[in-house]
Nanobody, 114 residues
Framework: QVRLVESGGGLVQPGGSLRLSCAASGMLFRVYAMGWYRQAPGKQRELVAT???????NYVDSVKGRFTISRDNDKNTVYLQMNNLTPEDTAVYYC????????WGQGTQVTVSS
């Protein structure tokens, strides 16, 4: 059974940082691209960042220069380092991976507020 478990969310002030983690199990993690998505209240889920099996990364324009996606294949974990957070980054963040991004985690809440 495949599981993706996110952690690291929370409440942070504007300008602050958080590091999200997503631990995968039950899948051959190292061969698949992984991604982070987010969904804000009243909005559609959007892709935030992806990382291929080879480590190539891609970001939505709104987070370029602030967020960094990375992966540790030995730990079957993908990370999202988020810096200089703004209230517009408030959302539930999900990780996804596997063939055609079949698998999803349960999400972790990130709230940016003073």
């Amino acid at each position: 059974q495949v599981r993706l478990v996110e952690s690291g969310g929370g409440l942070v002030q504007p300008g602050g940082s958080l590091r999200l983690s997503c631990a995968a199990s039950g899948m051959l993690f190292r061969v698949y691209a992984m991604g982070w998505y987010r969904q804000a209240p009243g909005k559609q889920r959007e892709l935030v960042a992806t990382i291929t099996s080879g480590g190539n990364t891609n970001y939505v324009d709104s987070v370029k220069g602030r967020f960094t996606i990375s992966r540790d294949n030995d730990k079957n974990t993908v990370y999202l380092q988020m810096n200089n957070l703004t209230p517009e980054d408030t959302a539930v963040y999900y990780c996804s991976g596997g063939p055609a991004y079949l698998y999803w985690g349960q999400g972790t809440q990130v709230t940016v507020s003073s």
